[in-house]
Each structure stands twice: as structure tokens, then as C-alpha cells.
């Protein structure tokens, strides 16, 4: 509304985008807690160097904690390759993994039936990082891999971008980067049963 303001209110609808949460695997493991996934990356908005931070933050308490990255990496993009801004940002991503000793815990998956795979790889949290954005590509339109991350049997946070509270309940929205952090390690302080109830709840 705010890119066409001719539009009025009224004729205006919000469409739901849903899943079939039957259709993902969701089996238990005590691993789950200490991995963190992000779904897509691209492009740089998506605020991978966040989730980087947050795993840097989480392993100097404890060296269980890795992350796992579904989809294209910066190099797989020849378009996104060409705009020196992006390419600069992910190569700076690289360098932070490669001087914190993070290569051997950052794991790039590609694509993959995340139905299956985010249970698979024991993924405990799946994060929306997104910066609010004007620019194209724009803002964060609904970010699909908080969905996925509930219905695969993790627990979804979001760092607050423009419209987040509009779709997704409170309890799941944080409002910085150690907000997030100071989440899972109390979260991590609990017994099964409680990440297993936070995660339902989604």
C-alpha cells in the first residue's frame, strides 16, 4: 500500500500462504537445541552476517552450536557477483568465518527437501534475519522458512523487519541480535519437554 497509494484500503486483501505441516518429517533429538539453520541467504538484506554473529555469540558459551545454510551461496549467482555491494558483504561473511574458526561449524547444504532435511540435520532454530529495506529487492515479503522451521518440530525467531507483526505472533519476534541470543540460551537452560512445548506452540 505504501509502493501503490492510489489503492484504496478496502479493495485491498491479504492471501495466506500455507503448508502442509503432515508433509514434514519432525523427529526428536537431543542435538536440536545446538543447531541453528538460516533458509536462503540471498541477497545480502537477508542479513546472513547476523546469524554468523549470533553463532560466534552462542559457541564462546558453548562449542556445541553450529549452523546449517539451505540454499544458493553469493558465488552461485553470476548477477549477484556483479553488484560490488553484494559481493563485498558476502565476501565479508567469509572472512568473519574464517577468522573466528567457524568453517568447521558453518555447513552450506544447497537446495533440499527442507520437508525432510531440517529434521534430518537435527535443526533446533530457524532464523528471520531480514533488513528492512526500501531498495529493491524491497522488504521481507512473509520469509516462508519461519513456517518451516514450526512444522519440521524447531522453533522459528525473527529479528524484527517491517510487517513481521503482522503475520507472526509476538512471543517469536525479537528486537535485536542479543535479544535473540539471550532467547535460546535461556531456552537451552530448560528440559526437553519445554523446547518441545515452545516449538508446538508455533
Do not use: T
Given at each position: 500500500m505504501e509502493k501503490f497509494p492510489n489503492i484504496p484500503r478496502h479493495k485491498v486483501r491479504l492471501l495466506s500462504n500455507y503448508i502442509d505441516v503432515n508433509s514434514y518429517k519432525n523427529e526428536w533429538s537431543e542435538d536440536r537445541p545446538y543447531n541453528l539453520a538460516m533458509i536462503g541467504i540471498l541477497p545480502a538484506k537477508k542479513n546472513f552476517k547476523t546469524a554468523l554473529?549470533?553463532?560466534?555469540k552462542l559457541r564462546e558459551k558453548d562449542s556445541r552450536y553450529k549452523l546449517f545454510v539451505y540454499g544458493k551461496k553469493a558465488e552461485d549467482l553470476a548477477w549477484l557477483m556483479r553488484n560490488e555491494e553484494e559481493k563485498k558483504y558476502f565476501q565479508s561473511c567469509s572472512d568473519?568465518?574464517?577468522e573466528n574458526d567457524l568453517k568447521d561449524v558453518v555447513e552450506f547444504k544447497g537446495h533440499c527437501d527442507l520437508r525432510q532435511a531440517l529434521s534430518d540435520d537435527k535443526v533446533g532454530y530457524v532464523?528471520?534475519?531480514?533488513?528492512s529495506v526500501?531498495?529493491?529487492p524491497g522488504f521481507e515479503?512473509?520469509?516462508l522458512a519461519v513456517a518451516d522451521g514450526y512444522a519440521s518440530g524447531?522453533?522459528?525467531l525473527i529479528k524484527r523487519w517491517a510487517g513481521c507483526e503482522y503475520i507472526f505472533p509476538d512471543f517469536?519476534?525479537?528486537?535485536s541480535m542479543i535479544d535473540i541470543v539471550n532467547f535460546i540460551f535461556d531456552l537451552n537452560?530448560?528440559?526437553?519437554k519445554k523446547f518441545i512445548n515452545q516449538s508446538a506452540s508455533g
Open positions: 554473529n549470533i553463532l560466534k568473519f568465518i574464517a532464523l528471520s534475519l531480514s533488513e526500501k531498495d529493491l515479503s512473509f520469509h524447531g522453533i522459528s517469536m519476534i525479537k528486537d537452560k530448560m528440559d526437553r
